[in-house]
């Protein structure tokens, strides 16, 4: 089995050749982070507005007065001061049909009332953020990988063999963190550009700079001062509780099952076999990572479309996780689970599988 791996190893080798220089793995990286943030945006956004709701945030109906889930905090505190006595009825005409067909019920309502009341172009809400988002995170991030697990895998080869199926956890986990901070703000901005609906159809909705201005300075006309800068970085904990065991399962599901599959074709890697591999390693991995770290994904959400500067400063993710638990229980926790399973899975395939063989390119270039 050792020598197996052994020879598995060196066949790898082209697509972790040291000649790729690092600017190389960032272009394959930053090419396979455009294709996949334009295909998946639609289901990140479908996934943002079933989080949201659960949250609070009132998609309106003709009643022009919120709909809110029964449990919500935000419902809660609307009905205290109503008439109405039980949640999801119209205040005006008190009738309960009014709100629940602008209340989203699943990944396909999403889709469908999205489409019918802001124009199929709305499912691509916020795609400049995600690409400005993805393009140079996953720059960082996908060649940082390579570099901190060739590295440690050298290293532990040498000294310490036991300890080398663990390479692809630490190493993912140190290079998601590193391009998970580099440029956090433009997150807060995509996520809140997706929660947030326009009120007419077809009107022009504030970019990604308008976005994280009105995070700053929440009340127009008014100053902003360092206290509010820090609204930039509000769920920045919750980001990292998320995306550090994502990356960290992913890699620890993805590394041996492409590996297994390259064996299990037993011949010398081609594109053809690099992508198959890649993409069904990356697709399962995804998958499985998006599932297990929703309620993380749930409670970021919650803490990056808080618009209360007092209460986003003082939120941490434990609070925000009892919160999200009391309003809704298991139910809450995987609130947009299938949008966001759904997400993840293509998602990983499609940024491991494009850049694994665009590597594969570029070191069969230099070759020649």
């Known amino acids: 089995m050792m020598v197996e791996e052994a020879k598995l190893d060196s066949k790898l080798k082209p697509m972790v050749n040291e000649s ?15 294709i996949s943030a334009v295909i998946v945006n639609p289901l990140d956004v479908v996934k943002t507005r079933l989080q949201a709701q659960a949250a609070g945030v009132p998609y309106q109906g003709s009643c022009r007065l919120g709909c809110f889930e029964p449990n919500s905090t935000v419902a809660h505190d609307v009905i205290r001061g109503s008439s109405s006595s039980s949640p999801g009825v119209c205040r005006i005409t008190g009738s309960p049909t009014v709100c629940s067909d602008h209340q989203y019920k699943g990944t396909l309502d999403v889709f469908i009332k999205i489409i019918r009341q802001e124009g199929f172009s709305r499912l691509w809400r916020g795609t400049y953020a995600s690409l400005a988002l993805a393009v140079p995170t996953v720059g960082i991030y996908m060649p940082c990988y390579d570099y901190f697990r060739n590295i440690m895998e050298d290293f532990t080869a040498e000294k310490s063999p036991a300890f080398t199926p663990y390479v692809p956890l630490v190493a993912g986990t140190i290079a998601r963190s590193l391009a998970c901070i580099s440029i956090y703000p433009v997150e807060l901005a995509r996520t809140r550009m997706q929660a947030f609906k326009g009120t007419q159809r077809g009107a022009k909705l504030p970019g990604v700079w308008k976005t994280l201005v009105d995070a700053v300075n929440p009340v127009k006309g008014s100053s902003s001062n360092g206290q509010n800068y820090r609204m930039l970085w509000t769920g920045l904990g919750a980001q990292l509780a ?9 890699w620890s599901i993805l590394e041996p099952t492409r590996r297994s599959i390259l064996s299990f074709m037993g011949e010398e890697p081609r594109a053809g076999s690099i992508i ?17 770290t929703c309620p993380l994904d749930v409670a970021k959400t919650r803490r990056q479309i808080e618009k209360n500067i007092d209460r986003a400063m003082k939120m941490t993710t434990r609070q925000t996780l009892a919160e999200i638990w009391r309003d809704g229980g298991m139910r809450g926790m995987f609130s947009g689970a299938g949008a966001r399973v759904g997400r993840a899975g293509p998602s990983v395939a499609i940024v491991v599988s494009f850049y694994e063989v665009v590597k594969y390119g570029l070191h069969h270039f230099h070759q020649q």
């Open 242 to 250: 998320r995306d550090v065991p994502f990356s960290a399962i992913c």
């Open 276 to 292: 198959g591999a890649n993409f069904t390693a990356g697709f399962v991995a995804g998958a499985v990572a998006g599932a297990a």
């Open 20 to 34: 790729l220089r690092f600017g190389e793995r960032a272009l394959s990286a930053g090419g396979a982070a455009f």
